[in-house]
């Protein structure tokens, strides 16, 4: 049977590092706009909306014709946005959706293709919450917290993320050389079956979550698997004005 799958992306105003980053211009058109036309080529997603707790937010994606729901303010992560929209959404369409992809709204520029093989791993039925890992390229990511590094068995299923350097080369001075066909960072867009969202929303932030300030932790910790699928591709995000001066150097 054919699953539906539904895209969301969360998009919050009053970003601590950027006020106001969804609707920033980008060679003409906002980061939200550019996001929304990239997820809605997506041939594997059923539907498209915007999460927002903003009615600016709102409003503009409603003007350029996408489909934007309100949330509330007091979310503290994109998944708990998601899965109220979901709801609303849900409610709305009156139909049930299976696949829930969480898609960052600060990649202008994300591939349609990404989304895609989020929604394909879940062709494995045993496959309940997947996301994206890239071979690392650039030496520099390698000790950048920035940049969230992951470890995973030989079947995909996720031992850990971190903002160190992971795995660490003890014996090695440099810890570049030779490792790098295990050396992976993580692309952080998530796909989840929609009956297992709202238990993940429900459980309490975890201890490795609070000292890495990685929300997946908590899944983890709380013992469910996440399935890793290897791109090709590797969007750029925006989390700072400066990361905006970079993108803008990148052609649409």
Request: hydrophobic share 40%.
């Amino acid at each position: 049977m054919l699953m539906k799958s539904l895209g969301i992306i969360p998009a919050r105003y009053y970003s601590t590092r950027f006020p106001g980053k969804p609707l920033v211009n980008i060679d003409g058109k906002s980061m939200i706009r550019r996001v929304y036309e990239q997820a809605a080529c997506c041939p594997d997603l059923s539907a498209v909306v915007v999460a927002t707790d903003h009615e600016g937010i709102l409003k503009h994606v409603h003007d350029f014709g996408g489909e934007a729901v309100m949330t509330a303010t007091t979310h503290n992560t994109g998944t708990e946005r998601s899965a109220e929209a979901m709801e609303i959404v849900q409610f709305g369409k009156k139909v049930n959706f299976d696949i829930v992809v969480n898609i960052q709204g600060d990649e202008p520029f994300i591939f349609p293709e990404q989304i895609s093989e989020v929604v394909r791993c879940f062709s494995n039925p045993g496959n309940n919450i997947a996301t994206l890992a890239r071979k690392i390229l650039n030496p520099e990511d390698i000790t950048d917290p920035n940049v969230v590094k992951v470890v995973f068995t030989e079947d995909h299923h996720v031992l850990y993320f971190s903002r160190a350097a992971i795995p660490y080369t003890r014996d090695r001075k440099d810890e570049t050389k030779g490792i790098e066909d295990i050396l992976f960072q993580h692309v952080g867009i998530y796909g989840f079956r929609s009956t297992l969202l709202q238990k993940l929303v429900l459980l309490p932030e975890s201890s490795l979550e609070r000292t890495e300030s990685l929300e997946q932790l908590r899944w983890l910790q709380n013992g469910f698997q996440i399935f890793i699928h290897e791109t090709q591709y590797m969007s750029i995000s925006v989390d700072t004005p400066s990361d905006l001066l970079k993108i803008l150097n990148r052609k649409s």
